[in-house]
């Protein structure tokens, strides 16, 4: 059985001490709700000692759209007159 140890004096409100456990042969860690990350896949690395955990992040035009809220504010008025006609000589 495995445990993932934090020490006391290095926990913060960005960090959680969690239990590793076995899941079949991969050991696994439950992520609290605090550290949730969007979508069903997740990008894992290994930074020397460390395991990060990283969300995919989608490329592309639709990608970054999803990712934007909708505004609230109103567009300004505009007074978009038609230019002038072409003068022709």
């Not at 059985?1 to 959680?16: G, H, I, K, N």
Request: cysteine-free.
């Amino acid at each position: 059985m495995s445990l993932a140890y934090a020490f006391p004096e290095a926990v913060t409100a960005a960090q959680r001490h969690v239990k590793l456990f076995r899941n079949g042969r991969n050991q696994a860690v439950r992520i609290p709700v605090e550290f949730e990350m969007p979508g069903d896949e997740a990008i894992m690395h290994r930074d020397g000692d460390r395991l990060v955990i990283e969300p995919v992040r989608k490329r592309g035009l639709l990608g970054l759209l999803e990712t934007m809220k909708p505004l609230d504010e109103k567009f300004p008025e505009i007074d978009d007159a038609a230019p002038p006609p072409e003068q022709v000589l």
